[in-house]
């Protein structure tokens, strides 16, 4: 008896998954602008018009794969501002996740690239950011959600949110991407979260 053929939904399914896959590789390998579409068609196994079908760019494909990093280093189920628990262990857990995020070996790669590729065209820069809005979103939401209820000092949340985002990235992102420095160690991860969480409290919590 023939098998049934999978269905179309599925299989596109898996040429989307197959063609992020193969780009991921090339970028990391070729770098962005040597990366082409038709590369990244040969290297899946799919036609070069199946990959446009998917995504109408490389900048959108690009993009599309440091979501997915993103996305994937802030999987964890409970991220929402939770007014009946107490702030540390909350903000404690957010710094952790983007630690774990920045300890991802293909997302410093692909942030190099990334880089690489932007520094000498802002216009590139803010194309392909603005396909992937906002990611510092969630921690801005949690500021902004907690200093609503009183239990931090800040009327910008978002200021409050990148000054955070910027010491965790001087020690676990910007070392690593512009010097080549080592991925950090579990305790030197476990360090900066605490010194880090406890040094933004110390300044926006209310005493």
């Known amino acids: 008896m023939t098998a049934p053929a999978p269905a179309p939904a599925r299989l596109t399914d898996r040429k989307r998954a197959a063609i992020l896959e193969a780009a991921a590789a090339e970028f990391r390998q070729a770098g962005y602008d040597a990366t082409s579409m038709d ?51 909350q903000l404690l857990e957010l710094v952790q996740q983007k630690l774990q995020l920045l300890h991802d070996v293909d997302f410093i790669d692909l942030a190099r690239v990334a880089i690489a590729a932007v520094i000498p065209s802002p216009e590139r820069a803010q ?5 992937m ?9 949690w500021i902004r959600a907690a200093a609503a209820d009183g239990r931090l000092k800040t009327q910008d949340p978002l200021f409050a949110s990148m000054l955070l985002q910027g010491m965790v ?38 005493t």
């Open 169 to 206: 990235k001087g020690f676990a992102f910007w070392p690593q991407i512009t010097l080549g420095q080592p991925m950090l160690t579990p305790t030197q991860r476990s360090q900066v979260a605490d010194t880090a969480t406890d040094m933004f409290l110390a300044h926006f919590a209310p």
């Open 133 to 141: 809005g906002d990611k510092e979103e969630g921690l801005t939401v």
């Open 127 to 131: 194309e392909m950011f603005a396909r």
């Open 39 to 89: 590369r990244v068609a040969a290297s899946a196994g799919v036609s070069k018009r199946t990959v446009y079908n998917h995504f109408p760019s490389k900048e959108a494909l690009f993009a599309q794969i440091l979501q997915q990093l993103m996305e994937r280093g802030m999987a964890s189920p409970e991220l929402t501002y939770q007014p009946d628990r107490p702030l540390r262990p």
